[in-house]
Each structure stands twice: as C-alpha cells, then as structure tokens.
C-alpha cells in the first residue's frame, strides 16, 4: 500500500490501529457472529459497546457526573439549530463570531430567536482580548467555537460569562488537550475531526439545562428526551459509536489527552517554527491563537498554489487545499497525525521553496 499522509480538515485521518481492528472484527464482533453494523441497538452486545464508549470518553474528559453525553446525528450543524432550541424559550443569547464556524451559528440560531453578538473579528485573524466583549448578564448562554477549523483559530483561555452558561463548539479540538468541563454548559462536536467517521455528534450537557426546550423541540433533537433515553429516541449511529469507542481506547493507550497534548504541541510547534523561518510561506494568526490542529498558509506567491498541491500529491501528502472560502493551503494536524506526517511536510515545503 502507498505511503501517505492525510491532512484533510474532515473526515480525517483515523489511527492505523484503530482500522485494523476495526477490520478483524468486522465480520464476527466478540464472537457474537455479527458486524456491528448488524446489531440491534437494543441488544446487548451493541448496549455493552455504548456503555464502554460512553465511560472511556468520561475518563479522557473527566466528565463531571452532573453532565449527561449525548450520542446524536446531524454533525454540528444540526446542533446549531439544536442549541436556540434547547436553551433560548424566549429568552436571548450572547453570540462571539471568531471564524466561519461560529459565523454560521449565529447565523442559524437567528432565524430561531434573538442573539446578540458579543465580538466580530472578521476577517478573523485572532480571538479579541474577552475584556472587550459585550457580554450580557441575562443571556440564556454564550456560545462560542473554540477552535476555528477554517481560520486556524483556537481559544487560549475562555471569558468570564458569570453564571451565563457557555457552549462550546469543539468539533475540530476535543480530545486534542485536556478540557475543564465544569467550565462549560454544553460541549458539542462533530465525530469526523477527532473522534471517528462522520455521522455522529457528541453532545455534553450540563443536567440542570435540560429542563428550557421550547415545546416545539421534536424529539430526536430534545436533548432531556435523548437523556432519559439513553440517545436512542431514534436509532443511534451504531457503527460510528462503535468507531468513536475504538478511537477512545487508543487514546487511552497513548496515555489520554495529557500525553496526546504534548505530542500535538510538538507537531505543531515544528510546522509553525518552520513557517515563520522563512517568507516563502505565510500564516495569518496571531501567536497566541494560532490552532494546534488546523494550520492554514499561504505562499506568497499565490501562482505556485496549483504546483505546490500538485507536487504534494506525488510526494504522498494530501489534502492541503485551504477551505474553498479562504483559499490558500490548510493542513489539519489532529491527534492521528503522526509527527513524520507533518515532518515529511515541512520537508516537502522547504524542496518546494528551494526549486521556487
Ligand atoms: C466540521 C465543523 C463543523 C461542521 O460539522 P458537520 O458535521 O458538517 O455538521 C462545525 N463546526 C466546526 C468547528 C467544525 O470543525
């Protein structure tokens, strides 16, 4: 098989291990003679995989026990409409807008209600000193995106929201470092960055806030009815859970969110230091902000771009193109990403700045 590195924004790249597993029980899971594909999500054996994989994620995030998880569809976008149904009844809801993401959930949420947004950085190089947002003391919550899968953007710090409760999008950073939950109201996150396949969104929410849906919520996107029944108000997404718990023990393995952060700041650290070693490439993001999982750039001569995708391709490094609404190159550097993934790409940057 060729060797390659996969840097798409996602889907992404999931850990080899994780797939080779995957594969020897893709036939016969534990015995039972069945794909996990094929199981009731109400028997036993698929019951005893949502309970596994639900505690293991406890563990990486020290999940405080008045927290439920929540295992949805929809991706996070569909938790953006989710979000005003669930929290706003009437009330507003403060909105900070640091990149594309949060740009679109403010976006969704006002056709729902009132939101008042708190900080507008566009066009989004940085998360604006939180002394200077507009927060409201009443807001039924503050929603912010902690990492800006497009921008390359991510928070080193969170505001003081009082008892406004927070919600998080983390779709592109949860389980890449460790999280103080207790800060949070909901954490929420599309599989497909760092958790597994595409299909599923994790939903952590803060029990006391599942009593203000607004009575329209349907049920498959009411969080307290999803609670109370343990995520299968419809049928869950079976195989993605069962990949998101795969992924959950190899993390377990190399030592949890603890360890994973320091190889994830060496990863980055190494493509960083080597775009600001030279004018051949640029990265817009102020310092403190700049993401540790999703590094945009842009040459500086911008008639290269089509040979530097091309002759990256060739060398086996993939998926370098920016998001389509800010161009340039992206290279999305999850947890799966080995550090010889992004050094054989600095590599290739540096032979492709020297013959240009
Ligand atoms: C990828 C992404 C989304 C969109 O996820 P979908 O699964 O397409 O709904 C939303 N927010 C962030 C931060 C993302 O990275």
Partial sequence: MKKIYNFSAGPAVLPPSVLKRAQ?????????????????????????????????????????????????????????????????????ADYAITGSWSQRSAKEAKALGNIDVVTNTEPFTHVPDFSNWTLNKDAAYLHICTNETVNGIEFDGLPDAGNVPIVADMSSHILSRPVDVSKYGVIYAGAQKNIGPAGLCLVVVREDLLDQASPLTPGVFHWKEQAENHSMVNTPPTYGIYMAGLVFEWLLEQGGVVAIEQQNIAKAALLYDYIDSTDFYINQVAIKNRSRMNVPFFLKDESFNDAFTAGAEAAGLLQLKGHRSVGGMRASIYNAMPLEGVQALVDYMQAFENSH
């Fill in 24 to 92: 020897t029980e893709m036939l016969d899971w534990h015995g039972s003679g069945m794909s996990v594909m094929e199981m009731s999500h109400r028997g036993k054996e698929f019951l005893s995989i949502l309970a596994k994989t639900e505690a293991d994620f406890r563990t990486l995030l020290n999940v405080p026990n008045n927290y439920k998880v929540l295992f949805l569809q929809g991706g996070a976008i569909a938790e953006n409409v989710m979000i005003p149904l669930n929290l706003l009844n009437g009330k507003r």
